[in-house]
């Protein structure tokens, strides 16, 4: 769905700039080398920190963010046979909590909480967010945090819809996903202003609106 937005936001916004668009899986290699180096322009989707607190760290000071693409819930997934919350967890032992390798995890130390900064949690990194729901599947973990879309999608691919579901009423907060640029590149911020002239189109036009509800449906529909 966002790359189908990125391609309409580019065409609208940079004026039949050529340019292409590559699906790169190993999200720590997006920041560094590949945006740091100057090997690409843009990476997305990404989540944004609130960097009016200390969090966000480099992902604030580095990065030049477009307006958002997108919103998603971030919800925590535990095992339906051992529903534990991070409340209730014995203090004899931290919980530990996955998140896929080079995925941002400011959302542990926001919304009133401080588990990595405090270490109230130990954070478990897999390759992927299956990875994530493998470990939890064999309770080498107890929690997975991702969000709503993605979570539940692997869920289903991997038929743990039985075993493992989302702590209910019990998000993490919602982030929005935007396209990224490092400031090492010196057409960043002029990069994102034409990237962003393309995303006000989109949803004046309401092509926005159309391309997500169709990809929703979609979605939908297979959970």
């Known amino acids: 769905m966002l790359a189908e937005v990125m391609t309409a936001a580019i065409s609208a916004g940079f004026d039949e700039w050529p340019y292409e668009i590559f699906r790169i899986n190993d999200w720590g290699s997006h920041l560094d080398p590949l945006l740091s180096k100057q090997l690409m322009d843009v990476s997305f989707p990404w989540p944004k920190p609130d960097c009016r607190g200390s969090s966000g ?3 604030c000071e580095g990065l030049v963010y477009s307006e958002p693409m997108f919103e998603l819930l971030m919800q925590v997934f535990v095992r339906r046979s051992d529903p534990v919350s991070l409340v209730n967890l014995s203090s004899s032992r931290k ?10 995890t400011f959302m542990l130390d ?3 909480r401080n588990w990595l900064r405090d270490k109230e949690i130990e ?13 939890l599947m064999k309770a080498e973990v107890d929690f997975v945090v991702a969000n709503e879309f993605t979570g539940r999608e692997v869920l289903r691919r991997r038929s743990f819809k039985d075993e493992i579901a989302a702590v209910a009423n019990a998000p993490l907060g919602i982030v929005t996903l935007h396209a990224v640029a490092s400031n090492e590149n010196p057409q960043a911020k002029q990069t ?3 990237l962003n002239k393309g995303l006000q189109h989109l949803r004046r036009s309401g092509e926005y609106q159309e391309i997500v509800d169709r990809h929703l449906a979609q979605v939908w529909a297979g959970l």
């Open 123 to 135: 954070l478990v990194q897999a390759p992927s967010v299956a990875g994530c729901f493998d470990l």
């Open 192 to 194: 994102i202003r034409f």
């Open 57 to 59: 760290g480099q992902y």
């Open 110 to 112: 926001q919304g009133g």
């Open 95 to 104: 919980a530990l909590v996955c998140r896929p390798a080079g995925r941002m």
